[in-house]
């Protein structure tokens, strides 16, 4: 049987790779290349809540920005957006650290009012969010004035 190439098909790779370790062939696993896998799943949970975060931003913006816009549409996108984070939150625990990491949320920060920016036309939204992440983001029910 071939040996499947990390660089040329991940998918083979990775079938060959669980067979080995099911084996019990631990001398010839890829070891370098699963550590980042499993580190790339980390990071897909990441983007994950960073996407999820940037959705809900975006839209609680719109909200503040353009009043005479609000409707049922948005307001069911912040309610599907925070409980999508609560359930990401609660299946991977250590992701709430994400949310007080000022770096990582101002890149979800940056995203969103780019994303509102796209979808009102306007370009004068706060260079640092104005709102608090657990009583006023994550709050059910909570809409910015």
């Known amino acids: 049987m071939e040996t499947a190439k990390y ?27 699963i550590a ?36 049922a549409s948005w307001e069911l996108t912040i309610r599907n957006q925070r409980r999508a984070i609560a359930r990401c939150l609660e299946e991977t625990p250590s992701l709430r650290g994400k949310l007080i990491d000022n770096r990582w949320f101002a890149g979800a920060w940056d995203d969103a009012t780019a994303k509102a920016a796209e979808e009102t036309g306007l370009a004068s939204f706060p260079k ?12 059910d029910g909570w809409l910015p004035v």
């Open 7 to 33: 660089e040329t098909d991940v998918v083979a790779w990775a079938n060959e790779q669980a067979r080995l370790i099911r084996a019990g062939r631990f001398e010839l696993l890829d070891l370098e290349h």
């Open 36 to 71: 980042e896998e499993i580190e790339d799943v980390g990071k897909s949970e990441q983007r994950e809540l960073a996407n999820r975060l940037a959705v809900l931003l975006a839209h609680l913006l719109k909200w503040q920005h353009q009043p005479e816009r609000r409707g």
């Open 128 to 139: 640092d969010c104005p709102w608090t992440i657990e009583a006023e983001i994550l709050a």
